[in-house]
């Protein structure tokens, strides 16, 4: 299989996302010419024992000197203090803006590897290896990096576009089943938005490594694409991306983020929003029921568990979703490829909305 690259095109911050299967042990010829000696991968303990060997491979023809920082896996280690070390090690190290970091993980490393990136020196090129498909489809495009602090989520980052995008799709044959499923969910959210897509029949599994290729490249072009229009999420653009979070976001919030993965909420939260756009008049009926369908054939979850939040515990963090401008504001979807962003919705013919979530099968 060929790689095939998206190219997101930001003048002089342009860059390609590769995409392709067996990419890592050539990492080297999707990466532009290193312009230090040095290179510093982080990556966490699970993705390092399974693919550091294999891309350190990759990197060999580069010939510069490896640094390897490895942190524990998961969301913990998105986090301010582990930052600080991290740059702490790099200033030890030597190393200089000129050289350049690795991120190899899923979304954690990503945005952890990038936020350090971006600062250490006045910032350092970034290389991503997205290793998750979460990561291949969302979070290693488009420059967006944080930690977190204990007052809040992703508080502190900065925008800082990678050099390059390196999506290799065998990778996923060896995530846990519960962290595909919840990039599924991302993955269907394109389809919502592009039923002609590649994404929109993508049957979900990772050992068809073509298929996985071609949905993959698809979804990665269409981040790309919101990315090339509204690279600093300030015109609203990217909004359309949030289908399915405003729920999704209330959900994995009134759960302390332990009850569902993000995917799990993001996939009951675009139910929820078919149901709206049923509700709103704005869709006919049988958008929720398609929804319900194509997500349960994933392995998603299309309602929330027991023991389930009232709306009211929902409602605030709804309302405070940052995506959120003039009082209740939902993506919607006249059909699918058909989004639209409807304001000033009713609380109570959104609390009806939510027992029809509940109720229905
Ligand atoms: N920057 C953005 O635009 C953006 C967008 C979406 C999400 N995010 C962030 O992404 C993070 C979630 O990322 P995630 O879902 O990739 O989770 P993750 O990075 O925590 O990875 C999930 C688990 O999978 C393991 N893993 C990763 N790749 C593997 C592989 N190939 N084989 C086996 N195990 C593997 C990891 O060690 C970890 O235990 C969140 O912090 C979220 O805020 C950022
Ligand atoms: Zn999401």
Same mark, same amino acid.
């Given at each position: 299989?060929? %790689?095939?690259?998206?190219?997101?095109?930001?003048?002089?911050?342009? *860059?390609?996302?590769?995409?392709?299967?067996?990419?890592?042990?050539?990492?080297?010829?999707?990466?532009?010419?290193?312009?230090?000696?040095?290179?510093?991968?982080?990556?966490?303990?699970?993705?390092?024992?399974?693919?550091?060997?294999?891309?350190?491979?990759?990197?060999?023809?580069?010939?510069?000197?490896?640094?390897?920082?490895?942190?524990?896996?998961?969301?913990?280690?998105?986090?301010?203090?582990?930052?600080?070390?991290?740059?702490?090690?790099?200033?030890?190290?030597?190393?200089?803006?000129?050289?350049?970091?690795?991120?190899?993980?899923?979304?954690?490393?990503?945005?952890?590897?990038?936020?350090?990136?971006?600062?250490?020196?006045?910032?350092?090129?970034?290389?991503?290896?997205?290793?998750?498909?979460?990561?291949?489809?969302?979070?290693?495009?488009?420059?967006?990096?944080?930690?977190?602090?204990?007052?809040?989520?992703?508080?502190?980052?900065?925008?800082?576009?990678?050099?390059?995008?390196?999506?290799?799709?065998?990778?996923?044959?060896?995530?846990?089943?519960?962290?595909?499923?919840?990039?599924?969910?991302?993955?269907?959210? *394109?389809?919502?938005?592009?039923?002609?897509?590649?994404?929109?029949?993508?049957?979900?599994?990772?050992?068809?490594?073509?298929?996985?290729?071609?949905?993959?490249?698809?979804?990665?072009?269409?981040?790309?694409?919101?990315?090339?229009?509204?690279?600093?999420?300030?015109?609203?653009?990217?909004?359309?991306?949030?289908?399915?979070?405003? @729920?999704?976001?209330?959900?994995?919030?009134?759960?302390?983020?332990?009850?569902?993965?993000?995917?799990?909420?993001?996939?009951?939260?675009?139910?929820?929003?078919?149901?709206?756009?049923?509700?709103?008049?704005?869709?006919?009926?049988? @958008?929720?029921?398609?929804?319900?369908?194509?997500?349960?054939?994933?392995? @998603?979850?299309?309602?929330?568990?027991?023991?389930?939040?009232?709306?009211?515990?929902?409602?605030?963090?709804?309302?405070?979703?940052?995506?959120?401008?003039?009082?209740?504001?939902?993506?919607?979807?006249?059909?699918?490829?058909?989004?639209?962003?409807? %304001?000033?919705?009713?609380?109570?013919?959104?609390?009806?909305?939510?027992?029809?979530? @509940?109720?229905?099968?």
């Amino acid at each position: 299989m060929e %790689a095939a690259a998206v190219r997101v095109d930001l003048g002089e911050r342009s *860059y390609d996302v590769w995409v392709g299967e067996g990419l890592l042990e050539k990492a080297s010829g999707f990466i532009p010419a290193p312009k230090g000696s040095a290179v510093a991968v982080i990556t966490d303990e699970n993705v390092g024992e399974l693919y550091l060997e294999t891309l350190e491979r990759g990197l060999d023809p580069l010939d510069l000197e490896v640094l390897v920082e490895s942190v524990a896996p998961g969301e913990g280690s998105k986090d301010a203090s582990v930052a600080v070390g991290l740059l702490e090690r790099f200033a030890r190290r030597g190393l200089k803006r000129s050289d350049m970091v690795v991120a190899l993980g899923g979304g954690v490393v990503g945005d952890l590897a990038g936020f350090v990136a971006s600062v250490y020196g006045r910032g350092m090129r970034v290389v991503q290896v997205p290793t998750t498909l979460m990561a291949q489809v969302d979070s290693s495009i488009g420059g967006k990096t944080a930690v977190n602090l204990p007052q809040a989520k992703n508080l502190v980052g900065t925008f800082h576009q990678p050099a390059a995008v390196i999506c290799d799709v065998a990778l996923l044959a060896t995530l846990p089943t519960g962290v595909f499923r919840s990039g599924l969910a991302e993955v269907a959210k *394109y389809g919502f938005l592009d039923p002609e897509g590649p994404a929109a029949s993508w049957k979900g599994r990772a050992d068809d490594k073509a298929d996985a290729a071609v949905a993959v490249r698809s979804c990665a072009a269409a981040k790309a694409g919101f990315v090339v229009e509204d690279e600093f999420d300030m015109k609203g653009v990217r909004a359309f991306l949030n289908y399915g979070h405003t @729920l999704g976001h209330a959900l994995e919030a009134a759960g302390g983020y332990a009850t569902y993965t993000h995917g799990e909420a993001v996939a009951i939260g675009m139910v929820y929003a078919a149901i709206v756009s049923e509700e709103a008049g704005i869709a006919a009926e049988g @958008l929720s029921g398609r929804h319900r369908e194509r997500l349960s054939g994933l392995g @998603l979850p299309v309602k929330p568990a027991e023991p389930r939040p009232a709306f009211l515990e929902l409602l605030g963090p709804m309302s405070l979703d940052k995506k959120v401008t003039r009082g209740l504001t939902m993506v919607l979807l006249e059909a699918e490829g058909r989004p639209r962003i409807e %304001a000033g919705l009713d609380r109570d013919m959104l609390a009806l909305c939510y027992e029809r979530l @509940l109720g229905e099968a």
